[in-house]
C-alpha cells in the first residue's frame, strides 16, 4: 500500500510566530478530522522547523520537513543549510528540486543527484520534485524531459534507496497560476514515472513509491486529482498557507 501523503509547501511565507500558529492549527484540525492513514508534511521555511517540529510532536501522522539542503555535509557554504542540521530539528522530510530552486538558483539534475544520495545516507526522507515547462509540454516532450530528470538525478540510487523516496511531479506551467493539470494528464504522467521507475529499479519498488501532484491543487479540485489510480497525494502551495484548505485537501481522498 503506497502512502498517502499531502504535503504543505510554505515557501518564503510566514514569520516565526504566524508559522508557529499555522503549524498549531493544523496539528489540532488533524488531530480532529483527518484519517490517521494520510500524513502530512509541512514544509516550512529553515528557521521554522526546529519549533513548528516541537509544535507537531504528539501528532503521529504530521511531520516536518526542509525545504532544500546543501549537497555538502558541512563547511565554508555561507546561508546554506546541511542534511544534519535538518535533521536534529526534527524534520524527516525536504524538498529537492523545487522548480523555484532549479530556476532562480540554477540548480542541476547532477547536483540534485548528489542532495538526494546525501539526504538517503543521512536518514532524510528526500520529496524529488520534476516537471516539465509549458514550452516543453506544447511541444510534444514532456514525458521525456521528465524521464530524463529522473534519470539524472536517480538513477544512480539503489533499488532499496529509491524504495524511500517520495516524487512530485509539479508541472511549472500549473504551479502558482490558479492553471491545474487535468486529472487526465496528472495521470498520465505519474503512471509514465512509475513505469519509467519500474524500467530501472523493479515494479516492486515503483508499485510501492508515493507519486504527488503539485500545481494549484486547493479543496475544489483535490478530490479529482487523489482518487486517480497513480496520484498518492499532493504538494500543496498557495492552498497550504490557510489551516482550513490545506487540511480540506487532506480529506478528499
Ligand atoms: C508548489 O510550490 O510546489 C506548488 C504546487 O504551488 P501551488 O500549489 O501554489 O501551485
Not at 92 to 117: C, P, W
Request: glycine share 8%.
Amino acid at each position: 500500500m503506497r502512502k498517502k501523503i499531502i504535503a504543505g509547501n510554505w515557501k518564503m511565507n510566514k514569520t516565526l510566530s504566524e508559522g508557529i500558529a499555522l503549524a498549531s492549527e493544523v496539528a489540532n484540525m488533524a488531530n480532529d478530522e483527518v484519517s490517521s492513514d494520510v500524513n502530512l508534511i509541512l514544509c516550512t521555511p529553515a528557521i521554522h522547523l526546529a519549533p513548528v517540529s516541537s509544535v507537531i510532536k504528539d501528532v503521529a501522522n504530521v511531520s516536518a520537513a526542509a525545504q532544500n539542503i546543501s549537497e555538502h555535509e558541512s563547511g565554508a557554504y555561507t546561508g546554506d543549510i546541511s542534511a544534519d542540521m535538518v535533521l536534529s530539528t526534527g524534520a524527516k522530510y525536504v524538498i529537492l528540486g523545487h522548480s523555484e530552486r532549479r530556476e532562480y538558483h540554477n540548480e542541476t539534475n547532477a547536483q540534485l543527484a548528489d542532495r538526494v544520495k546525501l539526504a538517503l545516507d543521512k536518514g532524510l526522507t528526500p520529496i524529488f520534485c520534476c516537471g516539465e515547462s509549458l514550452e516543453t509540454r506544447e511541444s510534444g516532450e514532456h514525458v521525456n524531459f521528465v524521464n530524463n530528470q529522473l534519470k539524472e538525478s536517480l538513477h544512480h540510487l539503489s533499488a532499496e534507496e529509491m524504495s524511500k523516496v517520495v516524487i512530485a511531479y509539479e508541472p511549472i506551467w500549473a504551479i502558482g497560476t490558479g492553471v491545474t493539470a487535468s486529472s487526465d494528464q496528472a495521470q498520465e504522467m505519474h503512471k509514465s514515472i512509475r513505469t519509467a521507475l519500474a524500467d530501472q529499479f523493479g515494479a516492486e519498488v515503483a508499485d510501492g513509491i508515493s507519486i504527488l501532484y503539485g500545481g494549484s491543487m486547493k479543496p475544489a479540485n483535490a478530490q479529482e486529482l487523489l482518487t486517480q489510480p497513480d496520484v498518492d497525494g499532493g504538494l500543496i502551495g498557495g492552498a497550504s498557507l490557510k489551516a482550513r484548505d490545506f487540511i480540506d485537501i487532506a480529506k478528499s481522498y
